[in-house]
């Protein structure tokens, strides 16, 4: 079963509804629970959501582009429950596939994405993992896979995270990531986020 795509949730059950066209259809869906449970607010923001409840051994394999709508469902999950990304995109999916973008990883329990990296020159960004599906190594797994690709591709990887994801922070230093720096930055006007920059140690 592992490496097959299933709809997002499938474990837990879903109540069909009305065949849907399009891409904007089917990213309108990618934001719906399995059990019709999601919701959109006006400003596009994700609603509440019950997350997949069954997990097996995670597999790790590249992203492709059908794989982009389930992103941006669980990536709707972690912004509403650990504020990540810092501003909800106005495109999700567009956001997933930045320019420079070296390479995409996803995540999958039975079958299901649960996680997400992506690699843009030396850079490792857009790693997330379903807030359900947290504690089974899977971010140790992207961030691995990630960090490999970088070293193939003649680059050390680097990366920034905001000084207040603890998460994100003992899970760099944990897998031997080194802080070189903490700094203040302007994300929008009258708004300043400190954040950490990291550089890797061996893979592991």
């Known amino acids: 079963m592992a490496g097959r795509r299933l709809p997002f949730g499938r474990c837990a059950g879903r109540v069909p509804g009305a065949p849907a066209r399009g891409r904007a259809a089917r990213r309108a869906r990618a934001y719906r629970a399995a059990d019709g449970s999601r919701t959109q607010t006006a400003a596009g923001k994700p609603g509440a959501f019950r997350a997949p409840v069954c997990l097996s051994s995670p597999v790790i394999r590249n992203r492709d582009a059908t794989d982009l709508d389930a992103c941006a469902a669980v990536l709707a999950e972690v912004h509403r429950h650990s504020g990540y990304p810092h501003h909800w995109p106005a ?9 420079g973008l070296t ?4 995540a999958e329990e039975s079958g299901v994405i649960v996680g997400h990296a992506a690699l843009r020159g030396p850079e490792i960004s857009r790693l997330y993992v ?16 990630a960090h490999t690709a970088a070293l193939a591709h003649g680059s050390p990887p680097v990366l920034e995270v905001k000084s207040t994801n603890l998460e994100a922070v003992a899970l760099y230093e944990r897998h031997g990531w080194t802080r070189t720096a903490t700094e203040e930055q302007e994300w ?5 986020v400190v954040i950490h920059r990291y550089t890797a140690g061996r893979p592991g």
């Open 103 to 106: 390479a995409a990883w996803v």
């Open 188 to 192: 929008l006007p009258g708004e300043r």
């Open 91 to 99: 495109d999700p999916v567009d956001w997933l596939t930045p320019d």
């Open 130 to 145: 379903h807030p359900a599906a947290r504690g089974h190594g899977i971010g140790g797994l992207l961030l691995r896979t």
